[in-house]
């Protein structure tokens, strides 16, 4: 099955052998173009197309099979179409990645039933939304965390951040089987970023819108005081040499000799021995000492 070509091959068996097969082909208008499978969840596929615009009235079979298992179902039309510009281009299934799909897009034209089939196997065909993603400032870090998607297992999804830093396009992180990151910041940068998740060669996200984060308007309370601390010691220091300078007579005077005291003492006009005993040594240094011979008194002789 491929689009407006439809092959039917046939062959006749009996017992354990059998014929050539011949192959019928049966070419129809093409009904639509671009078309496309995205399996968006665990519960969910989204098929979409556009209309060549021949018809109006185009309606959407499909058929699903769990190759695994052999689970077939029957041939439904589809339970939620969604329009663009009144025409139906698209179609919300409920089937999964385990699911492989048979399409067939069905109207009548010029009294004529008109087919296009198409076949998908969903696990080729993985394109979840979005992912659910948070980036946290903190200090000198950005905290990234996100949900991985429902599709297949945790630890199948790669993720990639892409991120600017001060308008720079950064090397891209690529992570596995992790749903946080820690990325660290320059204070003074701006940054923008955005993530998607990949799942080998067969499906990924689309990017998430960008985040940004302007640069830090002022300087943080530790830059603050690692400045203001110096400055506020040489200041202090300053300060007191000066204060030393100007009062240190008054802080540490000169303590005088002790003749110096003394004189300043006598000075002050304070009589007393102390300030006379110069002049007392002088005096006894003059003094004369005389000696004197009492006159030898005669007794009479009687």
Known sequence: MNGNVLNVSIRSLWNKSSSEPVVVSETNPELVTDFQCYVHSSYQTNCSWSPTGIVADLRFFYKSEIEWNGIVSGIEECPSYTYT????TGCYLPVSIQHSLSVLFNTTL???TVRNTFSKDLFRFVRPPPLNWKVKKSGNQFNITWDSPEVIAEDEWEYIINYTECGQLKR???LKEKTSYQLLRLP???YSMAIKAKYRENGETPWTDHQYFEADSGFSPLVILAITIPLVVATLTVLTVICYQKNKDALFPR?????DLLSDICDNNNKTALCNFQAMGVEEDNCKIALVVEPKISKPDW
Do not use: A, Q, T
């Not at 510009?85 to 139906?88: E, Q, T, V």
């Not at 303590?255 to 003749?259: A, G, L, S």
């Open 85 to 88: 510009d009144g025409l139906r």
């Open 110 to 112: 010029n009294n004529k």
């Open 172 to 174: 891209p992180i690529i």
């Open 188 to 190: 003074h940068c701006s």
């Open 255 to 259: 303590v005088p000799e002790p003749r």
